[in-house]
Nanobody, 120 residues
Framework: QVQLVESGGGVVQPGGSMRLSCVRSGTILGINTMGWYRQAPDKQRELVAWITRGGTRTYGDSVKGRFTIVGDNAKNTIYLQMNNLKPEDTAVYYC??????????????WGQGTRITVSS
C-alpha cells in the first residue's frame, strides 16, 4: 500500500512563494514517477508537474517558468517550489505517484491534498 503525505500550503499574497513537500511511504513495484495536480473551486483537476526517478520533468502550461518540481529518490520525497504566485493558483494541491511510459504519466495513488490560497 502506498501512502502520500503532503505538507506545506496555507495563505500567501500574490507574488509570494511557497514550497510543498510530499513523502511517499510503502512500495509498489514499478512506481517511477511522482507529481502534483491541483483542483480549483468549480474547475477541473489539472496537471501541475511530475518528475520521474530519472529526473525528467513535465509542467502544466499555467505554471511553466514559475514552479519547479524536485525529487529526492533516497527519501521518496518530492518538492514543489512555487514562485510568483497568482490568485488563479488558488486550489487544493494533490501529491500523486504512479507510472510513466512513452511520456504519459498515469497517477495511480493520491494524497489527501493541501490547500493553497493566494490572496491579498
Amino acid at each position: 500500500q502506498v501512502q502520500l503525505v503532503e505538507s506545506g500550503g496555507g495563505v500567501v499574497q500574490p507574488g509570494g512563494s511557497m514550497r510543498l513537500s510530499c513523502v511517499r511511504s510503502g512500495t509498489i513495484l514499478g512506481i517511477n514517477t511522482m507529481g502534483w495536480y491541483r483542483q480549483a473551486p468549480d474547475k477541473q483537476r489539472e496537471l501541475v508537474a511530475w518528475i520521474t526517478r530519472g529526473g525528467t520533468r513535465t509542467y502544466g502550461d499555467s505554471v511553466k517558468g514559475r514552479f519547479t518540481i524536485v525529487g529526492d529518490n533516497a527519501k521518496n520525497t518530492i518538492y514543489l517550489q512555487m514562485n510568483n504566485l497568482k490568485p488563479e493558483d488558488t486550489a487544493v494541491y494533490y501529491c500523486t505517484a504512479g507510472y510513466t511510459s512513452s511520456a504519459d504519466y498515469d497517477p495511480r495513488y493520491w494524497g489527501q491534498g493541501t490547500r493553497i490560497t493566494v490572496s491579498s
